[in-house]
């Protein structure tokens, strides 16, 4: 078998490891326990570079390498996933000679990626809509947080409730209330940050974790929904932390648009509840409407109904009770689910599959047109 000598072996100091070329290939070189070894560089998940990889002892006593995109993890002798995972990546021979590393041309054991077909995301993976040109699905989501022990009346969410309810009995809606409160999940982890390409469709957080919280809120809002009326409090005069863990998490659906010029949302229609004991509504529904633009949702006009009882409203026991009395309340929240349910009958007739999307991509990322460069 051919050697490719790669790297001086004074360049890879024992306890290190990085990639560099062998010929047309990139291996990722480690030099532990005594021992230089050659994986292929590129993750088996989604292509991370295992030579930015952390090297760490499992209990099985072996030396692996995690994935610096997700943490998949090889086995930096033999490329085998840990015990109970069976992908395993590509292994090269490796030679020291006259001080030079080489590594064998071919890898002496190939990669193999192993089924995860059973990882129960295939209708996200498939964009499995579940929209027809008659539905009218209608997703609350509630973003305001409280005791689950120790419940107390909200603002935001009696009128979301009012609101769906409305959605039932005047347009036969078929409705969904989430309450992100009671959904278990993590924070965005900024693997975009890393890498564009780390940033995966469905969530990597997703995909790693069968429990997370976020899977069902992918699945009604992208694969569901046909409306969604969104609730929140005003904290310190934003949306809640809750909505923006939520948002975070939702780079996902719009860094497909980014990296691969793909729209998962079209059609839909969004609408605001944004009650607070103090004011700032408008900016909450600049914030909110800024944010779902961007993720593709087409908005009615009128898409956001406010309450608040001002800034030196600091008793706050009497808002539920004044909420509820206000006629404005009752009636907005209605015409707010009437104008959303108008428009998506307008909209279901559009073709929006020629619709452009005119945000950044990666494709010209740091670009300049070769007019520019003349
Ligand atoms: S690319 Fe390696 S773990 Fe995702």
Known sequence: MKFLPVLPFSELPSGSHRTVMAG???VSLFHYNGRVTALEHACLHKGGDLGEGIVQKLDDGELYVACPWHGWQY???TGQAPPGYFDRQAVFEVRIENCMILVSE????????AEHAHDGLQDLRQLEYRTTPDSVHVLGISATNMNQALP???TSETALQVALDFAVSEYGAETRMIRLRELQFRHCEGYYSRHEEACTWPCSITEMNSEDGMTEIYRAMVLWADVVLLATPIRWGNASSLYYKMAERLNTVQNQITLHDRVLIRN???SFIITGGQDNVQGVAGQLNAFFADLGFIFPPFNYMGW???WIAEDMQHN????MKSRYVRRSVKELVA???????????IDSSHMQTPKPKISEAGGVTAHETE
Do not use: C, E, M
């Open 24 to 26: 047309q290939r990139r």
């Open 320 to 323: 539920v009770s004044s909420f």
């Open 106 to 113: 071919n890898p002496v054991i190939t990669a193999f990626r």
């Open 308 to 310: 608040s009882r001002g």
């Open 268 to 270: 839909k229609v969004v």
């Open 152 to 154: 107390r009346p909200s």
């Open 339 to 349: 104008n959303a349910v108008q428009l998506l009958r307008q909209v279901k007739r």
């Open 75 to 77: 086995n930096i002798r």
